[in-house]
């Protein structure tokens, strides 16, 4: 596999530290027909002199990688108008490939609900998800390793780190997304959390959330997707 790949780029970083925050939304666009690729969006306002902007990812399910470059559209309007038509007309521009993987929208699987629990500072979710598929017992587990970097300057010495998903299935661990070399749009993590995953026919789809320093007390919120199978 070739995981690093599958890390969002942060759209407009040129660098480590960003000039304003970034706040994604995600929306998963399912499985092809075959199931060997899946489809994802992620898709922010305008943020200060940025524009808002959509982004669709065509990711080979087995490899955990791209299978293509992804296709952007951007919108320099405000307001959710602005946002809703940056969609659309992305959606439109991706059309094409959509149908080169017969994805079609119809196979989006089924939602493996995560635990959390809320708290004063809001939803706390866990590091270790289990769930359940045909009677088998599964569990996913997220976790970090140090790159050996340390941020230097305004990040005040965060050090940073790589995501790590497993599998975990009848005493058997398996890697979804090894530790490999973080791509430098990540910026410097400081928080992890699972979202949702999807599955189909022992195909499954894993939301991560990563979080960075992001601008002026505001942190970044960006998405990833892992993917595997689960047999």
């Known amino acids: 596999m070739r ?3 599958i890390f969002l780029c942060a759209l407009f970083c040129a660098g480590r530290i960003q000039a304003q925050e970034i706040h994604t939304s995600y929306e998963f666009l399912g499985f092809s027909e075959d199931l060997k ?3 994802f ?3 922010d306002y305008a943020q200060l002199e940025e524009p ?5 990812f065509f990711i080979d399910v087995d490899k955990n990688d791209y299978s293509m ?3 952007l559209t951007q919108n320099p309007g405000e307001g959710q108008e602005a946002l809703d038509k940056v969609r659309a007309d992305n959606r439109k521009k991706a059309e094409p490939y959509f149908k080169s993987y017969k994805i079609s929208g119809k196979k989006l699987g089924t939602p493996i609900p995560f635990r959390y629990e809320e708290t004063d500072r809001g939803a706390l979710f866990f590091d270790e998800q289990k769930f359940e598929i045909g009677g088998q017992q599964y569990s996913l587990l997220l976790s970090n390793v140090p790159t050996g970097e340390v941020a230097t300057g305004p990040l005040n010495e965060i050090a940073e780190v790589m995501v790590v998903v497993d599998l975990n299935h009848n005493g058997k661990r398996k890697r979804l997304q090894p530790a490999t070399k973080a ?6 993590i400081m928080n992890h959390m699972f979202l949702t995953a999807y599955y189909l026919q022992g195909k499954i789809a894993v939301f991560v959330e990563y979080q960075g320093p992001g601008f002026e007390g505001y942190p970044d919120r960006q998405q990833m997707i892992v993917t595997g199978v689960l047999n």
């Open 3 to 5: 995981p690093a790949a």
């Open 37 to 39: 690729y899946c489809a």
């Open 41 to 43: 969006e992620v898709y």
């Open 52 to 56: 808002a902007f959509s982004k669709i």
């Open 69 to 71: 470059r992804p296709v």
């Open 183 to 188: 791509p430098q749009s990540w910026g410097f």
